[in-house]
């Protein structure tokens, strides 16, 4: 069974900083795909950063140069490092890992206003 659980959300300030985290219960992590996708209100969920097994990255045109994802298989977790947040970026996010299927967070809120 894959669990996964994010932390790191929160309020900031536009131009500020977050790191979002996901701790991942996967027996063979490094076999999965690690990603990070937000859904804003009245938004579909859509992508923000994906990581492969062999740390290709793949990015949302909206986050390029400010993001940055990152694994450990030793540790097995995939965080997220949020810079030069603005209020377009407000959205639950969620950690998601895939392999074969799609398993899910429960997700973590960030709110950038000031």
């Known amino acids: 069974q894959v669990q996964l659980v994010e932390s790191g959300g929160g309020l900031v300030q536009p131009g500020g900083s977050l790191r979002l985290s996901c701790a991942a219960s996967?027996?063979?992590?490094?076999?999965?795909?690690m990603g990070w996708y937000r859904q804003a209100p009245g938004k579909q969920r859509e992508l923000v950063a994906t990581?492969?097994?062999?740390?290709?990255?793949v990015y949302a045109d909206s986050v390029k140069g400010r993001f940055t994802i990152s694994r450990d298989n030793t540790k097995k977790t995939v965080t997220l490092q949020m810079n030069s947040l603005n209020p377009e970026d407000t959205a639950v996010y969620y950690c998601?890992?895939?392999?074969?299927?799609?398993?899910w967070g429960q997700g973590t809120q960030v709110t950038v206003s000031s």
């Open positions: 996967i027996n063979i992590f490094s076999r999965y795909t």
């Open positions: 990581i492969r097994t062999g740390g290709i990255t």
């Open positions: 998601n890992a895939r392999w074969g299927s799609d398993h």
